[in-house]
């Protein structure tokens, strides 16, 4: 493997996948379709440029969701782990859950977003930005 590239994977090895780095950002989701999609309490995703994103040769082709009007959401048609998040708000980029990945990437987790939608079990102590509000990304004011 190159330096600067990461390979992925679901849970069944079907679908195997290569980013070439660097990544644009990484942070956890606690909005409500990340939350059920992946049935967990939030989701930790990092984005690259969609030319950074390869499937390996022989890979499964992947099956795909439109969870949202703009949003499509890809996964294993055999074991039906999650794995990319696209949107044509921003069709040049792609989002992929940071659990998928095989080796580290670039960056830590910087943030939280859709942070006032999140689950009121989760418990969250750490000091990153806290995003929210209707974009999910604007900052929260602090609770003091
Ligand atoms: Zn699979
Ligand atoms: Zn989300």
Redesign the pocket.
């Known amino acids: 493997m190159a330096d600067g590239e990461v390979t992925g994977a679901c849970l069944c090895g079907a679908v195997r996948f290569r980013v070439t780095l660097p990544s644009l950002f990484c942070g956890h989701?606690?909005?409500s379709?990340?939350?059920r999609n992946h049935g967990a309490g939030f989701?930790t995703?990092f984005g690259v440029l969609r030319t950074q994103l390869s499937l390996e040769p022989g890979s499964a082709p992947l099956e795909r969701y439109a969870s949202s009007e703009h949003g499509s959401r890809s996964f294993c048609g055999r074991c039906g782990t999650s794995l990319f998040?696209e949107n044509t708000a921003h069709p040049d980029r792609v989002d992929i859950p940071l659990a998928n990945m095989e080796g580290r990437i670039d960056r830590k987790p910087g943030f939280h977003?859709?942070f006032d939608h999140g689950a009121d079990w989760v418990e969250v102590d750490d000091e990153l930005p806290r995003l929210g509000g209707p974009t999910?990304i604007e900052p929260l004011r602090s609770d003091g």
């Open positions: 989701c606690h909005c379709m990340c939350r989701v995703w998040c977003c859709y999910g």
